[in-house]
């Protein structure tokens, strides 16, 4: 129950990816979901970003393509929630 969604949630992680799942849904970063309640940070279709929450119903966020991630380069992923809003950033890192 301390893992459940209450009214705000940030994800964050750094992924270096090698390959993509074919679809965006199947590629789990972190993922906690029950009953049409959760969240997911995910990654596939060539890259695309997706931020799922769920609380009663599911409400998705995936990137465009144009906010692809590339392969085999480092990035810093947060995923926000607050309560109304949800967002992705997205920062690459360089050297």
Excluded: P
Excluded at 56 to 81: P, Q, R
């Amino acid at each position: 129950t301390s893992l459940d969604i209450t009214n705000n949630l940030t994800i964050e992680t750094w992924i270096k990816a090698d390959s993509w799942k074919a679809n965006v849904w199947r590629g789990n970063i972190v993922s906690k979901e029950g009953n049409h309640s959760g969240y997911m940070l995910r990654c596939g279709d060539n890259g695309k970003v997706n931020f799922s929450i769920g609380t009663g119903n599911w409400h998705e966020l995936t990137t465009d393509e144009a906010d692809a991630l590339s392969l085999n380069t480092w990035y810093h992923l947060a995923a926000v929630y607050d309560g109304s809003y949800q967002k992705i950033f997205i920062i690459m890192r360089t050297l």
